[in-house]
Structures are given as C-alpha cells and as structure tokens.
Nanobody, 117 residues
Framework: QVQLVESGGGSVQPGGSLRLSCAAA????????IGWFRQAPGKEREGVGC????????DYADSVKGRFTISRDNDRKTVYLQMNNLKPEDTAVYYC??????????WGQGTQVTVSS
C-alpha cells in the first residue's frame, strides 16, 4: 500500500528555514516523480516544485526558485523540501505527491508551515 507521511512543519520567522520530510512506503521511490504542493487558507492548491524519476530533473515555481530545494534519499525512502529565506506568503499546508509511472497520484496528509513575525 502506497503511503506518504509529511513532517517537519512548524512556525518560523521571515528569513528562517525549515526542512520538510516526506516518508514513503509501499513503492520504489526512485521510480516515482515527486512533487511538493501547498495550499494557503482560502486559496487553491498550488505546485511548489518537483523532482523527476531517478532525480532526472528538479523544477520549482517562480515564487520559490532559489529558496527551496527538493531532494530525495532513496535508501531512507524519504523526500525532502529544504525551505530557506521563508516569507509570510509561504504560509500554507504543504503536501507531498508521488506520481507512479502509470500516472496514479498519491498524497500525504500535509504539514503546516507558518511564517510570521
């Protein structure tokens, strides 16, 4: 059974950093593209960034490019979202998404990130 569990969220001041983790189970992580998404109150879910199968590429939304980095540790079956220089507009629930080679999407439960003074 495919399972994704996000962790690492919390409250930070602007300019601070957090590293989110997405623990994966039930599939071979390297074979899946992984995306990070976020949803702020009253807003639609938006893509933050993604990492391709076998780490073939990474891509980021313009709003986070240069500040956020996605990586994965296949041995630990964990995907990370390193977030630096956080801004108040980064406040949202962050979700990990795994897309199988067949195109099936799996989602974690989300973890809250709050950036405020």
């Amino acid at each position: 059974q495919v399972q994704l569990v996000e962790s690492g969220g919390g409250s930070v001041q602007p300019g601070g950093s957090l590293r989110l983790s997405c623990a994966a189970a039930g599939f071979t992580l390297r074979n899946y593209a992984i995306g990070w998404f976020r949803q702020a109150p009253g807003k639609e879910r938006e893509g933050v960034g993604c990492i391709g199968e076998s780490d073939s590429y990474t891509d980021y939304a313009d709003s986070v490019k240069g500040r956020f980095t996605i990586s994965r540790d296949n041995d630990r079956k964990t995907v990370y979202l390193q977030m630096n220089n956080l801004k108040p507009e980064d406040t949202a629930v962050y979700y990990c998404n795994a897309q199988s080679p067949a195109g099936t999407d799996y989602w974690g439960q989300g973890t809250q990130v709050t950036v405020s003074s």
